[in-house]
């Protein structure tokens, strides 16, 4: 008997100390990078950084910096954390979140000096375009935190984004009200998770099946009436007025993150709001508490008197509805037009923020924001003449949601009851 518990025992600090050393490891990939790129591959001139944009209120100068000698800089700094790191795991020490973050902007910032070598990077627009490609992978995370949080698996996101940014375009063309269209998308990512409610939860179909299903089904019927019904009549069906961005008095005016945070559309607005109040609703009340036992131990939470299947069924249809505004982006917050699979992946990267997160809403939301980025940096630094072939930096969004899954930055545990039906 003893010999048969001491194994498992034994086995648990080898998982752990390798755990341990992912950081490491990525410190000392992503410094090679760094030396490759910025030494080997080494750029003359100086970089500059335009800071402020015509209508801020206090105007920033430009940043500008020798591009070899900073780059230097950066690589010593790079390699110095990634022997903080190996020192720390070596010392039996977990790799601090603040070293990893430094880490990571340290790599950004000297890839964006090495990168914009003799040219003007405009830092405003860069961060501004990160938010608005954001603001969909914001609302998508959020509706998956709240499904698997109640123990449900999400993977039709993808297709709650497109009927919301469908349905939306539809509405709001017809009445010419963005306003109705942004309450149709909440209404049409309510209808999709309707069905995987009913068959995930009712009729116990597996979650990931149902939801690859629906993903298929919503982009068929969408990409069909987009054909026959929305391309002939154009006019009157796919012309949706978009929100204009409204600028918050003073607020707007700040420096760099004035015009990021504060002239954006309704849609962004609101989504500051969701971030917020899901985070508050699921940790501070007890609705989040229902929330969180059903996901985690249902048959504990139906021993206490909460209806499992009633509490799953209604908080997937919540976060659909959530879902649904992001999709609403799309038509009237972005591109102004319904085309066919527009989402273009978006909820697959949303899924993937949401275990990057860590299930947390907050921080759901920051590694939506560190796709954002990543998606709108290979756009900018096309335009100013990127050295990195364009191929490449289309890669850069998947690449980053890839090492981001894989879990370098720690050890994810998801809900215990995340995908599992619950058979009273």
């Known amino acids: 008997m003893t010999a048969v518990t001491a194994a498992p025992r034994s086995a648990a600090p080898g998982r752990r100390l390798g755990a341990a050393w992912k950081a490491p490891i990525a410190f000392g990939i992503f410094s090679v990078a760094a030396v490759v790129l910025f030494l080997g591959l080494r750029r003359e001139g100086v970089s500059t950084f335009r800071l402020s944009t015509t209508r801020d209120l206090i105007q920033l100068p430009a940043l500008s910096v020798p591009t070899l000698p900073a780059s230097i800089v950066f690589v010593v700094l790079l390699l110095a954390a990634t022997a903080a790191a190996i020192v720390l795991v070596r010392s039996g020490r977990r790799v601090r979140l603040w070293l990893i973050a430094t880490f990571a902007v340290l790599f950004l910032a000297g890839f964006l000096t090495w990168a914009s070598a003799g040219e003007t990077l405009p830092v405003p627009g860069l961060l501004i375009g990160a938010v608005s490609l954001s603001t969909p992978l914001i609302f998508g995370a959020l ?6 949080r109640a123990g449900v698996v999400n993977v039709a996101i993808e297709g709650q984004l497109l009927a919301g940014a469908f349905v939306s375009a539809v509405v709001a063309s017809a009445t010419q009200q963005p306003l109705l269209g942004l309450a149709a998308a909440a209404v049409a990512g309510t209808l999709v998770s309707f069905v995987l409610a009913a068959f995930a939860i009712k009729y116990v179909v597996d979650q990931v099946i149902i939801g690859v ?24 069906l796919n012309s949706p007025p978009r929100f204009a961005r409204i600028t918050i008095p003073f607020l707007g005016e700040i420096p760099i993150i004035g015009p990021v ?29 229902r929330v969180r036992a059903v996901g985690e131990h249902p048959k504990a939470a139906d021993t206490v008197g909460i209806n499992v299947a009633r509490t799953r069924f209604w ?110």
């Open 315 to 424: 908080n997937v249809s919540l976060a659909g509805a959530i879902v649904g505004l992001g999709g609403a982006f799309f038509t009237l917050g972005s591109v102004g037009g319904f085309t066919k699979e527009m989402t273009a992946g978006n909820g697959f990267i949303a899924l993937a923020a949401v275990i990057f997160g860590r299930w947390d809403p907050v921080r759901a939301t920051l590694a939506a924001l560190l796709f954002g980025f990543a998606s709108n940096l290979q756009s900018v630094l096309s335009i100013i003449g990127s050295p990195v072939p364009s191929e490449f930096m289309l890669m850069l969004p998947y690449v980053v949601t890839v090492f981001a899954v894989a879990g370098l930055v720690g050890r994810s545990r998801p809900p215990a009851a995340d995908g599992k039906p619950y058979v009273k």
């Open 261 to 289: 945070l504060f002239q954006q559309t309704i849609i962004v607005y609101c989504m500051y709001v969701a971030v917020a109040v899901v985070w508050f609703a699921l940790f501070k009340t007890r609705w989040g508490l």
């Open 213 to 236: 299903v629906l993903n298929v089904l919503v982009t068929g019927l969408t990409s069909f009436l987009y054909t026959t019904l929305l391309s002939p009549n154009s006019a009157t």
């Open 143 to 148: 509706g998956g935190v709240i499904g698997e």
